[in-house]
């Protein structure tokens, strides 16, 4: 689906510093992108139904005021949204009057066995882009239960600029520590992502991937990212290269059935951007939303931070 033409001048790629998101300033549109990357945490309208693991109690209408609040405040151009059930509960934290909503195919699938976790984008009316195919090959056991990535390419003057493909892979594989059975399924997936970029690559097609990786991929030594990265003519970089998540967000406690507030310093989302994109050494674009100490008292929002970067062109 392509929406009304807008002019993006992305050829020549900037970096804006901001390490810190100023929750009271909304972000400015001039000549900028601002990509946003959120694992909304199975937000539903009807959360007593959700996945069986799921014991806490259901998200109220004052959370999704909270959580719609946090969107407005970093005012995405683009939204990568993770674990998501339906258009429906999108829309309870983004206003849908004013992006286009893209969710993968594989809701679609009818596979009522799993609870509904689904990933997508939501582009600000006025941005121009295309929906390419899902890549399903993510879903390596091929039954619907692994995430399919959603991809869509934004235009400028009716060309393609810039290719976006939106993730969620599976978890319990965190780091080169970890060895269990979610480890090879993860590295399968890997191996379906460094395709993918290859093909990017051999096309000329500036690329970002965004998402929960559900992996530490800046940690030194990672072996999947040192695969990804290994033999590729422009080298990929990581946005959280370098860095400490500062994101507090909420657990629940199964056994003291009660919310707790966690903070983990290693980065499981991620953007990772084609080496084609050009840096500019002395900034830098990514920014991390941290939750407030009344945010976190008040409001069940994500165990996850959003996390943004902004292109300047």
Same mark, same amino acid.
């Given at each position: 689906?392509?929406?009304?033409? *807008?002019?993006?001048?992305?050829?020549?790629?900037?970096?804006?510093? /901001?390490?810190? *998101?100023? %929750?009271?300033?909304?972000?400015?549109?001039?000549? /900028?992108?601002?990509?946003? =990357?959120?694992?909304?945490?199975? &937000?539903? *309208?009807?959360e007593t139904n959700r996945h069986s693991q799921s014991t806490a109690p259901p998200r109220t209408s004052r959370d999704y005021l909270a959580m719609a609040a946090i969107i407005k405040t970093i005012s995405p151009d683009v939204l990568a949204f993770q674990e998501v059930a339906d258009h429906q509960a999108i829309g309870k934290v983004i206003p849908l009057n004013n992006? $286009?909503?893209?969710?993968?195919? @594989?809701?679609?699938?009818?596979?009522?066995?799993?609870?509904? $976790?689904? *990933?997508?984008? %939501?582009?600000?009316?006025?941005? #121009?882009?295309?929906?390419?195919?899902?890549?399903?090959?993510?879903?390596?056991?091929?039954?619907?239960? &692994?995430?399919?990535?959603?991809?869509?390419?934004?235009?400028?003057?009716?060309?393609?600029?810039?290719?976006?493909l939106v993730v969620h892979l599976k978890s319990g594989c965190y780091s080169n520590r970890h060895r269990n059975k979610n480890c090879p399924v993860l590295a399968e997936q890997f191996e379906?992502?460094? !395709?993918?970029?290859?093909?990017?690559? %051999?096309? #000329?097609?500036?690329?970002?991937?965004?998402?929960?990786?559900? @992996?530490? +991929?800046?940690?030194?030594?990672?072996? &999947?990212?040192?695969?990804? =990265?290994? !033999?590729?003519? $422009?080298?990929?970089?990581?946005?959280?290269?370098?860095?400490?998540? #500062?994101?507090?967000?909420?657990?629940?406690?199964?056994?003291?059935?009660?919310?707790?507030?966690? #903070?983990?310093?290693?980065?499981?989302?991620?953007?990772?951007?084609? !080496? @084609?994109?050009?840096?500019?050494?002395?900034?830098?674009?990514?920014?991390?939303?941290?939750?407030?100490?009344?945010?976190?008292?008040?409001?069940? +929002?994500?165990?996850?931070?959003?996390? /943004?970067?902004?292109?300047?062109?």
């Open positions: 689906m392509i929406s009304p033409p *807008v002019r993006y001048l992305l050829l020549l790629w900037g970096i804006i510093a /901001s390490d810190i *998101v100023i %929750a009271d300033v909304p972000h400015s549109r001039s000549n /900028s992108l601002t990509l946003t =990357t959120w694992n909304l945490s199975w &937000l539903a *309208v009807d992006y $286009q909503i893209e969710f993968s195919s @594989r809701k679609d699938k009818g596979n009522n066995d799993i609870w509904p $976790q689904f *990933v997508g984008f %939501a582009i600000r009316n006025g941005i #121009q882009y295309v929906r390419h195919p899902d890549l399903h090959q993510l879903d390596v056991w091929d039954n619907q239960y &692994l995430r399919y990535g959603v991809d869509i390419s934004l235009f400028q003057q009716g060309q393609p600029a810039l290719r976006l379906v992502l460094d !395709g993918w970029i290859s093909e990017r690559q %051999a096309h #000329q097609q500036p690329f970002i991937i965004l998402g929960d990786f559900n @992996r530490r +991929l800046a940690e030194k030594g990672d072996t &999947l990212w040192q695969h990804l =990265t290994s !033999g590729k003519l $422009q080298v990929p970089r990581l946005s959280t290269q370098g860095r400490q998540s #500062q994101c507090r967000s909420q657990a629940y406690n199964k056994r003291k059935k009660q919310w707790e507030v966690r #903070q983990y310093p290693s980065f499981i989302d991620h953007f990772i951007i084609d !080496g @084609r994109i050009p840096k500019n050494d002395s900034q830098h674009s990514y920014s991390e939303y941290r939750y407030s100490d009344q945010q976190l008292k008040h409001y069940r +929002l994500s165990d996850h931070c959003p996390q /943004s970067i902004t292109l300047q062109y």
